[in-house]
């Protein structure tokens, strides 16, 4: 019982741990088009 809780909680650890460390990589991938993005247009609008 306690090695199956332990491993449940290591699994649970680790599928959040990755989903975190995508979503963070996701973000710093993504994260400077994202916020380019929206300048770019107000600027051409702007302009």
Known sequence: ???DKRNLITMLAKT???FI???INK???YG???ATMPNNR???KTN
Do not use: G, P
Request: aromatic share 12%; hydrophobic share 40%; charged share 15%.
């Open 27 to 29: 973000l710093t991938q």
């Open 32 to 34: 400077k088009v994202a």
């Open 42 to 44: 107000h600027n051409n």
């Open 21 to 23: 460390y995508h979503r």
């Open 16 to 18: 959040i741990y990755v």
């Open 1 to 3: 019982m306690k090695m």
